[in-house]
């Protein structure tokens, strides 16, 4: 049996990763991604929470950090969701044209595709939050914060190549014209987010 995806050590996962095999693969690797931004983030949180001259911004950081929490528990989900759905694709792929089951294949990409634009939504709330927390964050954790939208912003470029790899497979045009524009649209506000807190950071 396999092991839940985050429970599993990051050694297993290395080896899982670099193994021949089609799962765990880029899907997760994109969520996993943005779930370390958001883990970084909630450090530069704990390191402000309780100073004293970031005392009147406390209500404000108390809050983020449990977003970021919350975030980091969906993208981990996400991850997991991705292998799942990836191998199943995977599965209906391989058997013959004649086999009823491939009639599954078309909504099983379809859910390939939603996965990862999930999570480009998730990054973009991520980074929303980030975009928030320069000017009143500890200063010295500066660095940590933009590698930590960098991060986020990385796990959305990451997501969008697995949205449109599954394009091809969505055959309502409509759908696939929608999941389109969605995931443009997310990955150019991550980019434009992720650095605008990266010159935030620099200030």
Do not use: F
């Not at 997501?159 to 599954?166: D, E, G, I, K, L």
């Amino acid at each position: 049996m396999t092991t839940p995806l985050p429970t599993r050590t990051l050694d297993d996962l290395l080896n899982q990763l670099a193994a021949k095999t089609p799962t765990p693969g880029g899907g997760a690797v994109a969520s996993i991604v943005g779930a370390l931004g958001t883990a970084l983030g909630d450090m530069v949180l704990a390191y402000s929470i309780n100073k004293k001259n970031l005392a009147e911004h406390k209500p404000t950081l108390t809050d983020a950090a449990a977003r970021l929490s919350r975030a980091r528990a969906v993208l981990l989900e996400l991850a997991a969701e991705d292998e799942s759905a990836y191998s199943l694709v995977n599965q209906l792929t391989k058997l013959p044209a004649t086999d009823p089951r491939r009639a599954d294949l078309p909504a099983a990409t379809l859910t390939a595709a939603q996965v990862p634009l999930s999570c480009m939504a998730a990054c973009n709330s991520v980074l929303d939050l980030l975009e928030r927390l320069p000017a009143i964050t500890n200063p010295y954790l500066s660095s940590d914060l933009a590698i930590a939208a960098i991060l986020a912003e990385a796990s959305a470029r990451a997501a969008a190549w697995n949205v449109r790899v599954n394009l091809p497979g969505i055959k309502d045009a409509q759908v696939r014209e929608s999941l389109t524009r969605e995931c443009e649209k997310l990955l150019t506000g991550a980019i434009a987010a992720a650095g605008r807190i990266e010159q935030a950071c620099r200030a």
